[in-house]
Every structure is written in structure tokens, then in C-alpha cells.
T-cell receptor, first 114, second 112 residues
Framework: SAVISQKPSRDICQRGTSLTIQCQVDSQVTMMFWYRQQPGQSLTLIATANQGSEATYESGFVIDKFPISRPNLTFSTLTVSNMSPEDSSIYLC???????????FGSGTRLTVV | QKEVEQDPGPLSVPEGAIVSLNCTYSNSAFQYFMWYRQYSRKGPELLMYTYSSGNKEDGRFTAQVDKSSKYISLFIRDSQPSDSATYLCAMSARDSSYKLIFGSGTRLLVRP
């Protein structure tokens, strides 16, 4: 299965600032996914990122708040913009290795906004 | 009503016990069913996946899917303290582009 490196692993940020999270995969993948896991909550899909096209956002998530880049088949970034304490969560990237199951996750970025 | 319901626990059992973790769901279109294990401060790790109904066994882990009841289970035999983690069920359907829908996770504590 794919190995995902995600960084930073954690950060504490001031409200109103932005943070960019990086996700590097050790193999080429078509689709990359960004999830949010709020404290005590399940994982919620933010958006799907395909190389060469605009990311597709889920209901409740917008590009201005969570811009995503996907410059090649092994890398993606998620930016959390104009942060507020409500954005404090774990953010995870995931890849789908060519099957409709078996998604692999990065170790996550634990974000605290103060 | 959530698409996937999972008891959050925590579930505390003695070492060696058989653990039963469960999820119910409402969308009959779900075809693929997964169980993930998540240790503290780590990303989810895929444990088991099954397609449609039936059982699947892998070592100490057995996954069961009952589509008629919209109910899935994960059994852990001879539980170990190292099994202490949060267990997340997830499922997907072809008609929703295989988007994963997760349960809220069950915290499991295996006491030595």
C-alpha cells in the first residue's frame, strides 16, 4: 500500500492566519482526499483533489476557506485560511490505491487555533 | 439521522476477552465496508474490508456484514493491550463515487 508523509504533524496558530499542510505519497495516485476530524468526531471529507483539475469540495466546505493544490500525482497541499478556534481539528490526507476500498491515511496534522 | 451510527464507548475489557464492535447504517447502496484502527495521534490504519454481505477473517480479527439488517461487526479474539485504540467503521457505494462515510468511532481499552 502507499506510504503517506504529512507535515506538519502539529501546529498552534493565531486566529486570522493561514496554515498550509503538505501531503507527499511514495507512489503516483490519481485521487487524493482531505479529511477533517474534529475532537471526538468522525472523519469528514473536505474535498477530493485530482491532478490537473480543480478540487471538488463537499457540502459545507469552500475553496476560499480550504484552497487545495495538486501539482503532480504524488503531492498535494491543503491550506486552512483565516483560521478561527473552530478550525481546531486533525486534518488528514488520504489516497485511494486504485480500488474503491483500502484507502490509506497520513498520520494527520493536529491544528490548534488560539 | 446519521448515515452511519457507531457506539462511541469507551469499551473496557480484560486482556484475552472477545471484543465485538458494531455499526449500523441507513443507506442500502453501501457495498464496501471497512474497519480502521486509530491510535492516539496517528492516522487511521485499515484493518479489514469486505464487499457486500458475508464474513472475512484475518488472524484475530473477523469482519461480518449483514446487509439485510444494515449491520456490520468487527470481532477481536484474544484481545491484547496493544489493541487499545479507536475503531472506526467506514463504508462506500459506487453511486456516490466510493466516497467513504465514517462512523464516529468506538474507543476500546484492553486492560492487562
Amino acid at each position: 500500500s502507499a506510504v503517506i508523509s504529512q507535515k506538519p504533524s502539529r501546529d498552534i496558530c493565531q486566529r486570522g492566519t493561514s496554515l498550509t499542510i503538505q501531503c507527499q505519497v511514495d507512489s503516483q495516485v490519481t485521487m487524493m482526499f482531505w479529511y477533517r476530524q474534529q475532537p471526538g468526531q468522525s472523519l469528514t471529507l473536505i474535498a477530493t483533489a485530482n491532478q490537473g483539475s480543480e478540487a471538488t469540495y463537499e457540502s459545507g466546505f469552500v475553496i476560499d476557506k480550504f484552497p487545495i493544490s495538486r501539482p503532480n500525482l504524488t503531492f498535494s497541499t491543503l491550506t486552512v485560511s483565516n483560521m478561527s478556534p473552530e478550525d481546531s481539528s486533525i486534518y488528514l490526507c488520504s489516497v485511494e490505491p486504485g480500488h474503491p476500498y483500502g484507502y490509506t491515511f497520513g498520520s494527520g496534522t493536529r491544528l490548534t487555533v488560539v | 439521522q446519521k448515515e452511519v451510527e457507531q457506539d462511541p464507548g469507551p469499551l473496557s475489557v480484560p486482556e484475552g476477552a472477545i471484543v465485538s464492535l458494531n455499526c449500523t447504517y441507513s443507506n442500502s447502496a453501501f457495498q464496501y465496508f471497512m474497519w480502521y484502527r486509530q491510535y492516539s495521534r496517528k492516522g487511521p490504519e485499515l484493518l479489514m474490508y469486505t464487499y457486500s454481505s458475508g464474513n472475512k477473517e484475518d488472524g484475530r480479527f473477523t469482519a461480518q456484514v449483514d446487509k439485510s439488517s444494515k449491520y456490520i461487526s468487527l470481532f477481536i479474539r484474544d484481545s491484547q493491550p496493544s489493541d487499545s485504540a479507536t475503531y472506526l467503521c467506514a463504508m462506500s457505494a459506487r453511486d456516490s463515487s466510493y466516497k467513504l462515510i465514517f462512523g464516529s468511532g468506538t474507543r476500546l481499552l484492553v486492560r492487562p
